[in-house]
């Protein structure tokens, strides 16, 4: 069966910080991999969404940054924090070369920024 | 793009009490909807889906949910809830053949024992 996972859990960075979470999917090949954040009372924001190995798109313009180095790791990345990032960070995956089908989604990273 | 709407944030109500959360989005074209349910300390999970057929969708733990096109709606119901289905919901809706998921800002359901 296919997993997802996303580390750390939880993280507490300063301003100016930089930024490196990790999601990685096992159990499944060439997936479709996407970053959200979920802001409280806000719903889910896709930043960005990663249809092959350094192919990434960007949804919404900011502080932050993707790469997908490997087929089934996806990295969403900062050089320098802003008190406005934090939040809560969700890696997802779909079956590759089926848009519109269902997200599976990890555990979520809990990011303050102070 | 499309937008989301979910009409309650939040919810409270008692065990074996009858549930509808209302969800509309817009968008014009063909679109795939979801539910996504988040329990407490949980993963973000799949409740159900409609792509196309029978408006009236069945998932898991008795939830189903009714897809009105002319109404751009698509709300979640179950009869009779129980105290295990406090969670956050979440509507969401991508274009046909749209990598891209837009979600609603969710309903909290809290059920009272």
């Known amino acids: 069966s296919q997993t997802i996972h996303q580390w750390p859990a939880t993280l507490v960075q300063p301003v100016g910080s930089p930024l490196s979470l990790e999601c990685t999917v096992e159990?499944?090949?060439?997936?479709?991999l996407y970053w959200y954040r979920q802001a409280a009372g806000r719903g889910l924001q896709l930043l960005f969404y990663s249809v092959g190995i350094g192919q990434i798109s960007s949804e919404v313009p900011q502080n932050l940054s993707a790469s997908r180095p490997q087929d089934r790791q996806f990295i969403l990345s900062s050089k320098k924090l802003l008190l406005s990032d934090s939040g809560f960070y969700l890696c997802?995956?779909?079956?590759?070369?089926?848009?519109?089908?269902?997200?599976?989604f990890g555990p979520g990273t809990r990011l303050t920024v102070t | 793009a499309q937008s989301v709407s979910q009409h309650n944030h939040h919810v409270i109500l008692s065990e074996a009490a009858s549930l509808e959360l209302g969800c509309n989005y817009s968008?014009?074209?063909?679109?795939?909807l979801f539910w996504y349910v988040q329990y407490p300390g949980q993963h973000l999970q799949l409740l159900l889906k409609y792509f196309s057929g029978d408006p009236l969708v069945k998932g898991i733990k008795g939830f189903e949910a009714e897809f009105i096109k002319s109404k751009f709606s698509f709300n979640l119901r179950k009869p009779s809830v129980q105290w295990s289905d406090t969670a956050e919901y979440f509507c969401?809706?991508?274009?046909?053949?749209?990598?891209?998921?837009?979600f609603g800002a969710g309903t909290t359901v809290t059920v009272r024992a």
């Open positions: 969401a809706v991508n274009a046909r053949n749209d990598y891209k998921l837009s």
């Open positions: 968008y014009g074209g063909t679109v795939n």
């Open positions: 159990g499944t090949s060439n997936p479709n």
């Open positions: 997802a995956w779909s079956v590759r070369g089926l848009a519109g089908a269902e997200q599976y």
